[in-house]
T-cell receptor
Framework: GQNIDQPTEMTATEGAIVQINCTYQ??????LFWYQQHAGEAPTFLSY??LDGLEEKGRFSSFLSRSKGYSYLLLKELQMKDSASYLC??????????WGAGTKLIIKP | GAVVSQHPSWVICKSGTSVKIECRSL??????MFWYRQFPKQSLMLMAT?????????EQGVEKDKFLINHASLTLSTLTVTSAHPEDSSFYIC????????????????FGEGSRLTVL
């Protein structure tokens, strides 16, 4: 079956760095997405990786290793507003998005 | 960037009534839109894929007669929850892929604001 695994919850300190991991097993691969979702709001797009390596976008970076079925989202210089759930999603061979359950990130002062 | 608008944001209705939620792509044409349901502290659950000009494709376990989807134009899809019951109370979210941001299948996925349904 298809499966996306990511930690349920993480806690980090304001100003620090946090890495949220995502492992996946899917039928085919057409890219991996990271979305941010604040409580009660719809998800917003953060990144898309389809090739191996690191994609940097400001304070956020996303890494992909297709051979390992692994990705991580790296958040630097954490701010209180970064407290949210982070969703990992993989597009399979049918271009369907398979969603992880999300990682709730709690930022402490 | 591309925008997807969803309306209404909040709706409260009595049990047994029907509720319609609209999803519009404001600055791009979307042949395909997606409808999700999200329970508290859980991830998105794909309910159905809405296809312009044809029938929607429902995920296993989703009642097509209860969740009616219409995609009459390239910019509008509607989800109607028929004969709503308290267990239908949830956060419903639509999304659409902007082909201009990468292609029909791999373009960036944009989400509507979501609609919180409460059935009394």
């Amino acid at each position: 079956g298809q499966n996306i695994d990511q930690p349920t919850e993480m806690t980090a300190t304001e100003g620090a760095i946090v890495q949220i991991n995502c492992t996946y097993q899917t039928s085919g691969f057409n890219g991996l997405f990271w979305y941010q979702q604040h409580a009660g709001e719809a998800p917003t797009f953060l990144s898309y990786n389809v090739l191996d390596g690191l994609e940097e976008k400001g304070r956020f970076s996303s890494f992909l290793s297709r051979s390992k079925g692994y990705s991580y989202l790296l958040l630097k210089e954490l701010q209180m507003k970064d407290s949210a759930s982070y969703l990992c999603a993989v597009m399979d061979s049918n271009y369907q998005l398979i969603w992880g359950a999300g990682t709730k990130l709690i930022i402490k002062p | 960037g591309a925008v997807v608008s969803q309306h209404p944001s909040w709706v409260i209705c009595k049990s047994g009534t029907s509720v319609k939620i609209e999803c519009r792509s404001l600055d791009f044409q979307a042949t395909t839109m997606f409808w999700y349901r999200q329970f508290p502290k859980q991830s998105l659950m794909l309910m159905a894929t809405s296809n312009e000009g044809s029938k929607a494709t429902y995920e296993q376990g989703v009642e097509k007669d209860k969740f009616l989807i219409n995609h009459a134009s390239l910019t509008l899809s509607t989800l109607t929850v028929t004969s709503a019951h308290p267990e239908d109370s949830s956060f419903y979210i639509c999304s659409a892929r902007d082909p201009g941001s990468g292609g029909e299948n791999t373009g960036e996925l944009f989400f509507g604001e979501g609609s919180r349904l409460t059935v009394l």
